[in-house]
């Protein structure tokens, strides 16, 4: 029989440890598949942040490195410098690369450094309980905003977007086919470009679906309205020039 699909070779063959209807499961196998259409799987290194991101690490069939929270896209730059062949995937989440990494984030797009961050965006601390983070919407239920969050989120890829060296800056998400396949074209272009070069950020619209009490099944669902209400699916850099 003709074999027409098979777990990528980047991805091992271990449970994944998220809870149903998160979506870093559908985000580390995207990474996975063009990994391995790119033939990249022995140069990728993935830095992995504290938080729920981390949980990739298990799934991740190449090399991986823990750093303290935040300073995920600072050991990416150390690796980088020192392995110029190295492919490098700085994963985080809202309150590694928003809150507590803040300045390792902008700075390290400012500097554009040959690196590929994987900005998975959840809009709460999601691991230590659901807190609200500075990525949270307005308005938003979480565990320490029960009469709503009050304060505007961070919009990461509009503000990277203003800075000279970023190549590509984009949001994408994950909650239906349409959008995998145009995750999936955004996390390859950035890999390509990382090839020769160049920085890029790419923010991933997610849902944590425990802390937050959703349903897994609503995750997509709620994935749209946050898309509406406050983060715009697209690109907002490409080779370089703002869109
Ligand atoms: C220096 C430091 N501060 C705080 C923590 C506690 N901590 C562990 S995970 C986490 C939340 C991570 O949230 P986020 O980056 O949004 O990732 P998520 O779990 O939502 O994917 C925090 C605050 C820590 N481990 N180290």
Not at 16 to 41: Q, S, T, W, Y
Not at 45 to 59: D, E, R
Not at 111 to 140: D, K, L, W, Y
Not at 198 to 225: H, L, N, Q, R
């Amino acid at each position: 029989m003709e074999c027409v699909y098979k777990r990528p070779e980047s991805l091992t063959p271990y449970p994944m440890m998220f809870c149903p209807g998160c979506h870093h499961a559908i985000l580390i196998k995207l990474v996975a598949e063009v990994l391995d259409e790119m033939n990249l799987r022995e140069q990728a290194v993935l830095a992995a942040p504290i938080g729920c991101g981390g949980m990739t690490v298990p799934s991740a069939n190449f090399d991986t490195i823990f750093s303290l929270h935040g300073r995920v896209p600072s050991a990416g730059t150390a690796i980088k410098r020192l392995n110029p062949e190295s492919l490098v995937i700085c994963y985080q989440g809202d309150g590694d690369a928003g809150a507590i990494g803040t300045a390792e984030t902008v700075h390290t797009a400012r500097r554009g450094e040959a690196v590929t961050v994987i900005f998975v965006n959840n809009s709460v601390f999601g691991m230590t309980g659901g807190q609200a983070a500075p990525t949270t919407p307005v308005g938003t239920w979480t565990i320490t905003s029960k009469k709503g969050n009050r304060e505007a989120p961070l919009k990461l890829p509009e503000m990277l977007a203003t800075l000279d060296e970023p190549d590509y800056v984009a949001r994408c998400a994950v909650n239906n086919p349409k959008h995998i396949i145009r995750c999936k074209k955004a996390i390859k272009h950035a890999f390509e470009r990382q090839l020769e070069g160049k920085y890029s950020f790419i923010e991933v619209v997610s849902a944590c679906v425990t802390t937050m009490g959703i349903k897994a099944e609503k995750s997509p669902e709620f994935i749209d309205k946050v898309i509406k209400t406050d983060f715009p699916l697209g690109e907002f850099k490409r080779d370089g020039k703002r869109l």
